[in-house]
């Protein structure tokens, strides 16, 4: 048994302790967003964040993962009230098969959470590792731009709600 706790859940899961973490959250949780593309660490369908990091699930073996906190798409907002990340690629309509966007809100989680006013230079640095084979990714970057201006809007809003 390893011990796993994804999008603020706890799990025990009774798989091989090498299985890497796509295959669990797939497989054993039913978390279908994060996709297999290559599965050796060179596309980024995969990408999932742990402890605000920004990880290849499908080159992750669980047993490096227990205590860690792991959140993938699901993780970030329902369709009854999407988050910002998934708000913003809605409003930028910037999925075109859509299967590398699960990975690209995830990386793009991870620097907006640290920097929700990234420029285009940052955004397009950091998503270098993910790539779109649609080519959309003059749409993917104005989607985390929007979603980091809704990520400060939503902060300023909370700080005149407590302030
Ligand atoms: S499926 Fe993991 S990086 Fe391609
Ligand atoms: S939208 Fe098709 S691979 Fe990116």
């Known amino acids: ?13 009774d798989v091989d302790p090498d299985t890497p973490l796509l295959y669990v959250l797939r497989d054993e949780l039913k978390l279908n967003a ?37 959140t993938t798409v699901e993780g970030l ?13 809605i409003e930028e309509q910037a999925a075109q098969c859509g299967y590398c966007i699960p990975g ?8 907006l ?4 006013a990234a420029s285009d230079e940052e955004i397009r640095a950091h998503m270098e590792p993910n790539l779109c084979r649609c080519g959309t990714h003059m749409r993917i970057v104005a989607a ?4 980091g201006k809704l990520m400060q809007t939503a902060s300023v809003d909370t700080a005149k709600r407590t302030g």
């Open 104 to 111: 690209m809100m995830m990386r793009a989680q991870v620097l």
């Open 77 to 89: 907002g329902t369709i009854e009230a999407p988050g910002p990340m998934q708000q913003a690629f």
């Open 1 to 13: 048994m390893v011990a796993l706790t994804v999008n603020g859940q706890s799990h025990q899961v």
């Open 144 to 147: 985390i731009k929007r979603a």
């Open 34 to 70: 994060a996709k297999y593309g290559c599965g050796l660490g060179q596309c980024g369908a995969c990408t999932v964040m742990i402890d605000g990091e920004a990880v290849f699930s499908c080159v992750t073996p669980i047993v490096v993962l227990e205590g860690r906190n792991i």
């Open 113 to 116: 959470q640290r920097d929700p």
